[in-house]
T-cell receptor, first 112, second 115 residues
């Protein structure tokens, strides 16, 4: 599985948008981009995924660069509950049942 | 719908003692995973089951770790004997299938402290 690079930490103010970047320059054509987050003392939870086109769901939006070598997770209005570690993960489209390979992730803190 | 259930939530044992963790996945999920998470790190896979079959156990330290999923539903992970370095959070996850997104649902984890 290809490697991703994320900033170690980011800060945001409550009710402001947050853009969490992820670089994946060695992504292959069949790799899906997945985002999970882990709140304190909880297991990770799925946030969103995409292949080529931008994606929106109730939790967030995913913006994927045209060359697919980077992506950005967008939280439109950060709340205190969004403080978590956010993981950007690549998954082979032919092995979606396989393991998730977590990196260090980005620790997001949200200030009131 | 109930999520992935794990017990116990916390366990403190002395080194060289045995310990077991239990996981009940979401109903209907055929795929079950055990992950290990060290402090400040992302989770790492220990073992993956498809129904009763362990299809990926390459990262499981088989000299002291064992796992079973006898009826293809709940699962037990065991360590015998435990070492100080086994102190970590043990996470169980389940997934309904292999089609995208292959979303995994995680339990809250069991925090193990070995003294």
């Amino acid at each position: 599985d290809a490697k991703t690079t994320q900033p170690n930490s980011m800060e945001s103010n409550e009710e402001e948008p947050v853009h969490l970047p992820c670089n994946h320059s060695t992504i292959s054509g069949t790799d899906y981009i997945h985002w999970y987050r882990q709140l304190p003392s909880q297991g990770p939870e799925y946030v969103i995924h995409g292949l080529t086109s931008n994606v929106n769901n109730r939790m967030a939006s995913l913006a994927i660069a045209e060359d697919r070598k980077s992506s950005t997770l967008i939280l439109h209005r950060a709340t205190l509950r969004d403080a978590a570690v956010y993981y950007c993960i690549l998954r082979d489209g032919y092995n979606q049942g396989g393991k998730l390979i977590f990196g260090q992730g980005t620790e997001l803190s949200v200030k009131p | 719908e109930a999520g992935v259930v794990q017990s116990p939530r916390y366990k403190i044992i002395e080194k060289k003692q045995p310990v077991a963790f239990w996981c009940n996945p979401i109903s209907g999920h055929n795929t079950l995973y055990w992950y290990l998470q060290n402090l400040g790190q992302g989770p790492e896979l220990l073992i993956r089951y498809e129904n009763e079959e362990a299809v990926d156990d390459s990262q499981l330290p088989k000299d002291r770790f064992s796992a079973e999923r006898l009826k293809g539903v709940d699962s037990t992970l065991k360590i015998q004997p435990a070492e100080l370095g086994d102190s970590a959070v043990y996470l169980c996850a389940s997934s309904p299938g292999t089609e995208p997104p292959g979303e995994q649902y995680f339990g809250p984890g069991t925090r193990l402290t070995v003294t």
